[in-house]
């Protein structure tokens, strides 16, 4: 088992602020996919019966969404040594998330043992995230061409060594990540239990009163778009005619808006905290 080869580019950061991945996300709008990501990991159950178990997701989503991010904006930002304390703070957490399952389902009986380190659980929580980042992405830029996206998988490893994954838990190349997801899509893994149901909820209609009932219609209508059809119709969720009107309206508009946008509204405050930094060491 051979660990992944991590090292510093530009700015002391583990990935390169001239590489693809970077250069996704980046992009501030991906916030629209968070609840994308989220109903695709908690429909795992294993990954759902960790997080209802032991985190507050239940009473606080969009808080458990934000850390996410902070922790991943650690992780791709900042310095070697700050993206490696994120890490390391992840896997701390991660030790100590383990239990069986309640709710049995055609693959995994009632009493499966699981744990949030293991590396079947960490590389769908990564997969999730990278294919829904570039999702998004391409719904409002440019589609990456094939060398593109062979970049953006291998750069994606930085990230999945870090968080614990080593050479034999990936998918070698992108094509085979391809592969992986669609197999897990259409497998029997994923399904809706109670507990999954009960969490899909909470991402769907966040219970907080200061929520504004517009944007919270906004974001269900992006989580439902940027699902993979499989687990959107796994969920029941409903993608009728108005919903897709209002997805495409949203998606002209802000395809029509980013070309004129400031980049300290595009970018993230990290990502550019990260590039302004590679700037001045090259200076």
Known sequence: MRTLPIKTHGGGTLLSPDGVYWRVNRESFLLLGGGAALLLQVAHPLVAAGVADHSGFREEPIRRLYRTIRTMQDILYEDADT?????????????????????????FPAGTPYRASDPALLLWVHATLLVTALTTYEQFLPVLDREERAAYYEESKVVAGVLGLTTDDLPVDAQAFDAYFEEMLHSDVLAVTPTVRTLAEHVIHPPISWFPRIAGDALSVATAALLPAPVRELYGLRWSTRRQFAWRLLRRSLRETLPFMPDRLRAGRHARRGERRARELAA
């Open 83 to 107: 993206a490696r304390a994120a890490a390391l703070q992840v896997k701390r957490v991660h030790a100590q998330v383990r239990g069986t399952l309640s709710e049995g389902t055609p693959r």
